[in-house]
C-alpha cells in the first residue's frame, strides 16, 4: 500500500517505543566520573550554605533594628526563620561530610583496583614467560654453560702451548736460575771480602846507612854463592 504524500507519518507514543525498542543502556560511570560528580555536588552544597549563612546575618540585622524599634513580634519572626536556616544548613553539613566520605572511599578504592589489575597483568606476564620454562630445562642450561665454560678453559690453555722446538725444558730453566741466583749472592758477598782484608801498611822510606847496610849484605851473600861454586 502507497501511503500519499499528505498523509501523516505515523507516531508512536513514547511509551510504547520504550517498550518495543527498550531503553537505551547508559554507560557505566568510571570512579573518575564519580568522583567528578560527588566534587560538583559538594561544590553545589558549598554554595547554598554560603547562602543561608548571609540570610541568618541578614536575620539577626532585621531582629535587632525591630527590637530598636520595640517590634518585638517581627523580631521573633526573624529569629524563627534563622532557626530555619540553621537546620537547613546543619541537613547540608551532614549531606557534604557523606559526600566526602563517599569521594574518599572511591578514590582508596581505585588505588586499591589500580593496584590489584597492574599485580595481576604482572602474574599473567610471568606465567607466559614461565610456561616454556621449566626448573629441570634451567639446570640443563647450566650444565650446559658451565661445561663450555670448561672446554674454552681447555682451549685456551691448549693454545697458550708452544709448539715444536720451542718446547722449554723446565729442568734447564732450573738449573739457569740457580747460577743466577749464586752470582748474585756472589756480587753481594764481593763487597764484604774487600772491607774484612787487611790492607797492606805504606812502605817506610829506608834511611841511607840501613840502605849501604841492605847493599852490602846483599853483595856479601852474592860473593859466598860464587865461592861455594
Known amino acids: 500500500c502507497v501511503t500519499s504524500p499528505l498523509t501523516p507519518p505515523l507516531l508512536f507514543p513514547h511509551n510504547i517505543a520504550m517498550r518495543l525498542f527498550g531503553k537505551a ?3 557505566p560511570l568510571t570512579p573518575k566520573d564519580s568522583i567528578m560528580k560527588l566534587r ?3 561544590d553545589t552544597l558549598e554554595k547554598r550554605e554560603a547562602h543561608l549563612e548571609a540570610k541568618i546575618r541578614k536575620e539577626v540585622a532585621d531582629a535587632k533594628k525591630y527590637l530598636q524599634a ?11 526563620r534563622k532557626k530555619t536556616y540553621e537546620s537547613q544548613i546543619e541537613k547540608l553539613s551532614g549531606a557534604r561530610m ?15 583496583i589500580q593496584a590489584l589489575t597492574a599485580m595481576q597483568h604482572g602474574a599473567k606476564t610471568m606465567k607466559k614467560l614461565h610456561q616454556d620454562m621449566t626448573v629441570d630445562q634451567v639446570d640443563d642450561i647450566m650444565d650446559e654453560i658451565t661445561e663450555q665454560m670448561t672446554i674454552a678453559e681447555e682451549l685456551n690453555t691448549a693454545i697458550s702451548q708452544p709448539l715444536g722446538n720451542d718446547l722449554i725444558d723446565e729442568d734447564e730453566l732450573e738449573a739457569e736460575l740457580d747460577a743466577l741466583e749464586q752470582e748474585n749472592l756472589d756480587s753481594q758477598l764481593l763487597p764484604l771480602d774487600n772491607v774484612a782484608a787487611p ?11 840501613a840502605k849501604a847496610l841492605v847493599d852490602e849484605d846483599a853483595e856479601l851473600r852474592a860473593l859466598e854463592e860464587s865461592m861455594a861454586i
Open 199 to 209: 790492607s797492606r801498611l805504606p812502605s817506610v822510606p829506608m834511611s841511607a846507612p
Open 40 to 42: 560538583e555536588t559538594l
Open 98 to 112: 557523606t559526600i566526602e566520605t563517599q569521594v574518599s572511599a572511591i578514590e582508596g578504592a581505585s588505588v586499591t
Open 25 to 27: 543502556k547508559e554507560a
Open 70 to 80: 520595640k517590634n518585638k513580634r517581627a523580631a521573633m519572626m526573624c529569629l524563627k
